[in-house]
């Protein structure tokens, strides 16, 4: 019962949403197809100012993988990890989680394949990869588009933030699935 609730909810809600806003706009008089196109016109600006961030982030993700650097950091730190009963596998997850949202997604996906849905390696990779966020990405997308270059306090606190995060998913990972 309550799943069909869920699903009709879900069917219907963005719809509904579309619905309800041309209504709103019809009642308050609002051109919405001229709103809506100046709307994409500043999207489309705010894309392309943030598009040299976006290819950083994207130059120094790759960089990382393919340099061979994360199986570098992975061998000096096998020891600490295994401390604390962190895999090794986990530990590309921690240093891209807070550049790319896109290239965690596709580590946790060669994590699931490898490792298997049910296994505690794929667990803590899902909960570290929904406790932590794209702190550069972030920086690079949402304070490039205002133009803010001074952001060095946002840093510090995201970088910490996602220490936190990851510490977090550690203990999560540790008390729900050992």
């Not at 994207?58 to 990890?81: F, Y």
């Not at 009963?85 to 921690?94: A, F, G, R, S």
């Not at 505690?120 to 990779?125: H, I, Q, R, S």
Request: charged letters at 15%; aromatic letters at 10%.
């Amino acid at each position: 019962m309550i799943k069909t609730v869920v699903y009709n909810i879900s069917v219907w809600l963005i719809p509904v949403l579309i619905l309800v806003t041309l209504l709103w706009g019809l009642v308050k008089r609002i051109p919405v197809y001229e709103v809506f196109v100046d709307g994409a016109k500043d999207g489309l600006k705010v894309s392309v100012n943030i598009l040299p961030y976006l290819l950083a982030i994207m130059v120094a993700v790759s960089m990382l993988r393919a340099s061979g650097a994360i199986d570098i950091a992975a061998n000096l730190l096998s020891g600490v990890l295994d401390y604390f009963k962190i895999p090794v596998d986990i530990l590309p997850v921690m240093i891209i989680r807070s550049l790319s949202g896109s290239a965690v997604l596709g580590l946790f996906s060669e994590i699931a394949n490898n490792y298997g849905p049910d296994s505690y390696v794929t667990k803590l990779a899902a909960i570290m990869v929904g406790s932590s966020e794209t702190t550069f990405y972030v920086l690079a997308v949402y304070f490039g588009s205002v133009g803010i270059k001074k952001f060095r306090h946002a840093l510090c606190a995201g970088i910490f933030a996602d220490i936190i995060g990851i510490i977090t998913a550690v203990a999560v990972a540790r008390w729900l699935f050992l």
